[in-house]
Structure formats: structure tokens, C-alpha cells
């Protein structure tokens, strides 16, 4: 089944305590993307990738790293995570050729 | 920079009646697409306008792209409860064709 996924799906961390969340896609897309959904703010891009080792900021990218070392896996760093972080997270990959978007399930991320 | 703004914020009906949807674009945009977001899921891609001036139509859903390309709409006609969610449009352009999401409408449908 193609799809995108996820990990965690939730977590509960603490101000400065470094955390990784992981996407992998099945799909063989070059494009993958990283968005924070918050109340009335909509879908805002925080980085993407075009391909392996090619990355770049999107709309949001202070206080995160990402990197593409494989094809497939695109994490999202937060390497002192703040409270202005806590939102929910959704990876996202498409092909060059077609525009549709596979979103992932999500990671919703609270930073006490 | 690009903006993309989506009205209303939130619309509640009573099912059977219709609902619209409105994307507006600071900048000509070369596509847009509209994504669906059930409560508590993910976002689905639903459709993708290219051409000026464009309609699509998906069962009870029209899709329409402004003939300046700065605009679109969502139309549902008769809406039933499995249209609950949070409609989103995204346009599209750039040598990445990054996409910039609106602000989504969350649709609310009473029995």
C-alpha cells in the first residue's frame, strides 16, 4: 500500500530535550515536505526536500533541521525543542511529474 | 511575499444545503489544489485546477479556477455529514511549484 508514515504519532517532551521524528514514504517521490498545522494558521511549510541531499527552508524553518541521506526517509530534528513548537506535524511527499500531495497520519507534539 | 487567503473560516449547515468555499491568491498562481481533512486525520488530496477560467466537477463537488488564475472556489451541493472536515486550497507556482496552503474552511453539517 503506498503511503506515507509517521513516528511518533504523539509526544510529550520538555523545553531543550532533543527529539526526531521520523517519515518514510513507499512511493519512490523525489519531493518531500514538513508542515505544522496550528489553529487558524492552516498547513505552513517548514522545509522540503527535492531530492536526496538537496533541502531547503520553507515558510517556518526556525529552531528545525531536517536532512535526506535516503530516498525515502525525510525526519524533522528539533535539537532544543521550545513550547512554541507544540503543534501537529504532517511529512508529505509527491512525484516531480504529479502534483498531488501524500500526507502523512501526523505527530501531534507538546513541549511542556 | 505569496499569500493565500480561504473564506469563510468556518461554515455551519443543515444537511441538504449547499456550501461554498473561497481561495484568493496575492499572486498568479500556475495551479491550485484542494485538499480534505477529516477531523482528526490527515490531509487528502481532492482535485488540481491548471487552466484558466477551469471546471472540474467530482460527484457533488465543483472546483472552479479563477480566469486570472488569482481565485478559486468549492462548491458542495447538498451536503451530507460525511462532508464534515476542513477544506483546504493550495496553490501552486515557482520553479518548485511550492505550494502555499489557505487557511482552510472547517464545514460543519447537522442532520
Known amino acids: 500500500e503506498a503511503q506515507v508514515t509517521q513516528n511518533p504519532r504523539y509526544l510529550i517532551t520538555v523545553t531543550g530535550k532533543k527529539l526526531t521524528v521520523t517519515c518514510s514514504q513507499n512511493?519512490?517521490?523525489?519531493?518531500m515536505s514538513w508542515y505544522r498545522q496550528d489553529p487558524g494558521l492552516g498547513l505552513r511549510q517548514i522545509y522540503y526536500s527535492m531530492n536526496v541531499e538537496v533541502t531547503d527552508k520553507g515558510d517556518v524553518p526556525e529552531g528545525y533541521k531536517v536532512s535526506r541521506k535516503e530516498k525515502r526517509n525525510f525526519p524533522l530534528i528539533l535539537e532544543s525543542p521550545s513550547p512554541n513548537q507544540t503543534s501537529l506535524y504532517f511529512c508529505a511527499s509527491r512525484s516531480t511529474h504529479y502534483n498531488e500531495q501524500f500526507f502523512g497520519p501526523g505527530t501531534r507534539l507538546t513541549v511542556l | 511575499g505569496q499569500q493565500v487567503m480561504q473564506i469563510p473560516q468556518y461554515q455551519h449547515v443543515q444537511e441538504g444545503e449547499d456550501f461554498t468555499t473561497y481561495c484568493n491568491s496575492s499572486t498568479t498562481l500556475s495551479n491550485i489544489q484542494w485538499y480534505k481533512q477529516r477531523p482528526g486525520g490527515h490531509p487528502v488530496f481532492l482535485i488540481q485546477?491548471?487552466?484558466?477560467?477551469e471546471v472540474k466537477k467530482q460527484k457533488r463537488l465543483t472546483f472552479q479556477f479563477g480566469e486570472a488564475k488569482k481565485n478559486s472556489s468549492l462548491h458542495i451541493t447538498a451536503t451530507q455529514t460525511t462532508d464534515v472536515g476542513t477544506y483546504f486550497c493550495?496553490?501552486?507556482?515557482?520553479?518548485?511549484?511550492?505550494?502555499?496552503f489557505g487557511t482552510g474552511t472547517l464545514l460543519a453539517v447537522q442532520p
Open positions: 512511493m519512490n517521490h523525489e519531493y
Open positions: 485546477l491548471v487552466k484558466s477560467g
Open positions: 493550495a496553490g501552486g507556482g515557482g520553479a518548485t511549484n511550492k505550494l502555499i
